[in-house]
């Protein structure tokens, strides 16, 4: 069985005190728990440790996310985050391979891929990131973009344990766009990207591991999406920024 999972991606929004702020609220929106869902904030690097705080203080029933990771131990390279780095101040999770950092800063298969391997070697879960432009999507071939693209991020990942590695489907014509797929576009390719799991893990892994939906979901819409089987939850931009909101969109995955 898949615990569902609801995470916020504040991408390069909210100050360190701001975050705090939020952080708090949304402790305060989810004390009386979250029952089987995974809840998961993903806010700006400089800002973890503020929220790491706030967790702990309030005892917040919701796990610490990074944005990004280098893949590297230590060294040279200047503005980079090592996994140890995140390890350290308490993130558990990590997403990657968005398609902002994809289309914004070059990143590759291989880089996400490689970025992977360094995280789950730290015990941090990949919330790895695929989806397909709508030029791809008015061509009828995203299905194939995405299995090629989910191919080539889990290429020689070892997965002992399926709910240690999530994958979000984010359509990038749906991201930040108010423009959301129907939960059937979700439904069709998180299905296959659940297909492609079993060739590539076998039956029993492939049923472990989470597949979100992640395209301007928001309190209104989420609850389509998580009627179709192969949609585990929701990786959530714009709407997690507002506790109380995000905190609906919780309550709906624990309905
Ligand atoms: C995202 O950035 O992962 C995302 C899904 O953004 P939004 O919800 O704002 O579309």
């Given amino acids: 069985m898949r615990n569902r999972m609801i995470?916020?991606?504040?991408k390069m929004n909210k100050t360190f005190?701001?975050?705090v702020v939020l952080a708090e609220g949304l402790a305060k929106e989810l004390a009386g728990g979250t029952g089987d869902v995974d809840v998961v904030v993903a806010p700006p690097t400089v800002d973890l440790k503020g929220v790491a705080e706030v967790i702990e203080k309030e005892e917040a029933p919701f796990a610490l996310s990074a944005q990004n990771v280098y893949w590297e131990e230590a060294g040279a390279y200047t503005g980079e985050t090592a996994p140890n780095m995140l390890e350290a101040i308490g993130a558990t999770?990590?997403?990657i391979g968005h398609s902002e950092r994809r289309d914004y800063?070059?990143?590759?298969?291989?880089?996400?891929?490689?970025?992977?391997?360094?995280?789950?070697?730290?015990?941090?879960?990949?919330?790895s990131c695929c989806g397909e432009s709508l030029e791809i999507r008015e061509a009828g071939?995203?299905?194939?973009?995405?299995?090629?693209?989910?191919?080539?991020?889990?290429?020689?990942?070892?997965?002992a344990d399926p709910a240690k590695y999530v994958i979000a489907y984010e359509p990038i014509w749906a991201i930040g766009t108010g423009k959301t797929?129907?939960?059937d576009d979700a439904q069709e390719v998180c299905g296959a990207i659940r297909k492609t799991l079993v060739e590539i893990?076998?039956?029993e892994t492939a049923a472990g591991i989470r597949v979100l939906y992640g395209g301007s979901a928001n309190p209104s819409n989420i609850a389509g999406f998580?009627?179709?089987?192969?949609?585990?939850?929701?990786l959530v931009g714009g709407a997690s920024l507002k506790a109380d909101g995000f905190a609906d969109m919780v309550r709906s995955a624990m309905a």
């Fill in 105 to 127: 800063f070059g990143e590759t298969d291989e880089d996400i891929n490689k970025k992977a391997k360094a995280l789950m070697a730290h015990g941090i879960v990949p919330i």
């Fill in 201 to 203: 893990f076998g039956e």
């Fill in 226 to 234: 998580l009627e179709k089987e192969d949609v585990d939850g929701a």
């Fill in 141 to 159: 071939t995203h299905v194939e973009f995405v299995v090629d693209q989910i191919k080539k991020d889990t290429a020689g990942l070892e997965i």
């Fill in 17 to 19: 005190s701001e975050a």
């Fill in 181 to 183: 797929a129907t939960a």
């Fill in 7 to 10: 995470a916020g991606n504040w």
């Fill in 93 to 95: 999770y990590c997403i």
